[in-house]
């Protein structure tokens, strides 16, 4: 593990290495498109300013470093450990609850045929009750019918008494004149006086 933890740190160090050599090509490029004074002896300062930065952070930093890394290498194994311990109580878990869901399924047919069965009663229920209902409606309108054709009836020979009746004092007033009139009246008269 010792090999490991000093690989680490020859990357951050080599990384910090590649950093500030690009820092440096890109200064140069930089102040080469300038084209002033030099400013050589100002790049060399704060390459070397750098430089003993880097080394000071990496010395001072480099025991707490590989103390985070082993500690959370340590945390890492540690939640894994309890990750497979969870996982086998999960499948465990996920067994018993396999089991209760078969169970649960033959519960589930059961009940459904049962309810099926009450379905069919009360549907073989409901029709009769249906047809029996359906039955007396078609007694109730036969019923309607006939009372309503019975007066429709005697309305239209209402009407058409007295539409005859009509016609005929019609015809009547057109073919009877005067004298008709007056000899009616005579006969009608004497009908009456010949009654009492």
């Known amino acids: 593990m010792k090999r490991t933890r000093g690989k680490g740190l020859r990357g951050v160090t080599g990384a910090l290495g590649a950093g500030g050599l690009l820092v440096l090509l890109w200064a140069g490029m930089v102040w080469a498109s300038e084209g002033g004074a030099s ?41 894994l450990t309890e990750l497979e311990a969870k996982k086998k109580e999960a499948e465990k878990t996920y067994q018993g609850y396999k089991q ?22 009360e549907k073989a229920k409901i029709i009769a009750a249906a047809e ?12 309607a019918i006939q009372q309503e054709i019975a007066g429709a009836t005697l309305a239209l020979k209402r009407e058409v008494a007295e ?29 009456v006086v010949e009654a009492k």
Do not use: C
């Open 39 to 79: 400013k050589w002896p100002d790049f060399w300062y704060r390459v070397l300013n750098f430089v003993l930065m880097a080394g000071i952070l990496v010395f001072v930093a480099r025991k707490p470093i590989r103390e985070f890394f082993a500690k959370r290498t340590q945390t890492i194994a540690t939640t």
């Open 163 to 191: 539409l005859s009746v009509a016609a005929a004092e019609k015809v009547l007033k057109e073919r009877i004149g005067k004298e008709d009139h007056q000899r009616l009246v005579k006969d009608f008269t004497t009908k």
């Open 100 to 121: 209760r869901l078969a169970e649960l399924d033959k519960e589930t047919a059961r009940i459904l045929d049962e309810y099926r069965a009450q379905g069919e009663a």
């Open 132 to 143: 029996k209902s359906a039955a007396e409606i078609r007694a109730q309108a036969d019923r």
